[in-house]
């Protein structure tokens, strides 16, 4: 089977009964499968809320290594549009260009780096450290503020002998203290010092709220855009004539980008706890149970997406809910988007091809279902055009 291949797992339950289900750490979770029921449940926080426990809508939950809620990630509104407005317009960065520019030169310089080389290992030589410079221009600091985050790996709370790991994350929770105490004796003109001197509703942002966004960006963006990342170059490394196409005709980059993040779906689902007894898909759900939007499955609804299990780089209709959908729809989307954006750029004009040396995937077990999120290793060449 090629490596950019990635089967849906969740094909069959969707088909007869709209539902999954899976154990997390003795909290069930009813996952809900199809792309319409997805998207109603989004949009209905009332029955469905986001303002549970903090790390419970997390999945795995994070309930056990963070008591710190996630801002505005795990509120529900009306507040959450509150705290979402203090920091929209900084994620809406990405669009200057300026921003696009010095993204520009920090990912033409890595492509060139390692097109020198006879392969690379794209997770932690490549995507880890695309992600975490790209992060410096989002959070407005030296780019040499990299390396910490590089030392991290590719995710802040999971590590090689655990799904959860309570060390690591306090690794996190200690920069963003030291961070903010910096910021607040010394106030730059980086995202610290914005959130520093935020109000929501009349009142500055406490330092507990604060770190609750900063554990948010450091946390979202992080697995989930060095899995769209790395993804994306196997497929093209099995896939030369979609490269030669995008070269061919540069235009069609948008709408590539949204099909790949549709097909790869970096974050497979996203927790709610409902918060009354209620029906999914003719399934009893209990008060203070949770349920999950299954953001991968709705991705490969065949009622929803002609040839779902199929990479159609021109797809004109493309309702994908990768990036979330409703009130709660990723804030680091347009981050994530120019990423992207750049990164197929530079390809196209640097790289002529791409050979996979080795790879390793990376499974989620998901009780029932087994779907391959990413690679735990990938190693290519990048071969000079």
Known sequence: MKESIFTDPFKKARQETGIGEMDDQNDPVAMILGH???????????????GAIPGRIVIPSEVNIRSIRQ?????????????????????????????????????????????EQDSFEVIHDFALVLQSQALTLLFNVPFEEAQTWISWGTHVFRSKDSALDGAKANVLYDYIDQKLAESSSNPGKDFYAVLLAAEVDGKKLSAEEAKGVLILTFAGGRDTVINAVTNSIAYFAEHPKSLEWLRKEPELLPTAIEELIRYFSPLTQMGRVATQDTMVCQHAVKADSRISLCWASANRDETVFENADEVVLDRKANPHVAFGFGTHNCLGATHARQVMKVLLRTLIAKVKSIDIHDAKDNIEDLGDFKRKVGFDSLTVKFNKI
Request: hydrophobic share 35%; charged share 35%; aromatic share 12%.
């Open 36 to 50: 319409k029921e997805v998207r109603r449940a989004a949009h209905n926080w009332k029955s469905y809320s986001s």
């Open 71 to 115: 801002i505005p990630f795990e509120v529900d509104p009306p507040q959450h549009g509150a705290y979402r407005e203090v920091v929209e317009k900084w994620f809406k960065r990405p669009l200057e260009k300026k921003y696009e520019e010095e993204l520009t030169l920090q990912i033409e310089a890595l492509v060139i780096e390692v097109l």
